[in-house]
């Protein structure tokens, strides 16, 4: 099966099981299906429930004008949520929703396959990296599996102040050479038996 088989089945299926919490539209994802870096946020809030589509409000406008901003196009990464349904009044998502999600999301990940993952705010940080903190480890490089693992601010929290902007934009100005550290190391870590921790690079 290929990666967009997979990825419309996963949908698919996810749309007929009852067991999910939330009631409101399902945003999946979308963007390339083998991208420079898959981006995950925490869930959709209203706009993104009302277009079907993952970080299309303000924050995500702040997010997308970033993107291009590093000269990549939003055609070239995958954007995402953890959590696939809007939780009522854009509150935090639930433990017990997060756990619902889980085994879709592991699964969307293994079907697109990306190197470079960015976290988007503490939710999807914590998902990878449960001990990690917001404020001190954003724009640092961990290993999880086979992967590299950026996490950064959430962008609804740099339009919240100034300097979370700043540093929102700061690791994302850093974004290109990061991916091109990322690649140096995952090439390091081919050996199949080598079970890599989590670890901070820089
Ligand atoms: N915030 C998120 O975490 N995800 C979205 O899709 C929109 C806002």
């Known amino acids: ?13 996810m749309r007929q099981d009852q067991s999910l919490p939330l009631s409101t539209n399902l945003v999946f ?20 429930d009302e277009l079907v589509r993952p970080f299309v409000g303000r924050g995500g406008q702040l997010l997308r004008e970033c993107i291009r901003g590093i000269g990549w196009k939003e055609e070239d990464v995958y954007i995402t949520n953890i959590v696939k349904r809007r939780p ?18 592991a699964r969307q990940i293994e079907a697109l396959a990306p190197a470079i993952i960015v976290t988007l705010g503490r939710f999807s940080m914590n998902y990878f990296l449960p001990d990690a903190k917001i404020t001190r480890d954003q724009g640092k490089i961990f290993i ?5 693992v950026v996490p950064m601010l959430h ?30 190391v995952l090439k390091d870590l081919s050996d199949p038996k080598q079970k890599p921790k989590p670890q901070k690079l820089f």
Request: aromatic share 6%; net charge negative; hydrophobic share 35%.
């Open 88 to 105: 009522p009044e854009n509150r935090d998502p639930l433990p017990d929703e997060i756990a619902a999600y889980r085994p879709y999301l």
């Open 29 to 48: 994802g979308e963007g390339s299906l083998n991208p420079a870096a898959l981006f995950i946020g925490e869930a959709p809030g209203q706009k993104e």
């Open 1 to 13: 099966m290929d990666k967009a088989e997979a990825l419309k089945k996963l949908e698919a299926e």
């Open 155 to 184: 962008p609804a929290a740099a339009l919240r102040s100034p300097e979370m902007m700043r540093q929102f934009r700061e690791t994302f100005a850093r974004l290109p050479v990061i991916v091109e550290r990322c690649e140096e």
């Open 144 to 148: 999880s599996g086979r992967r590299c």
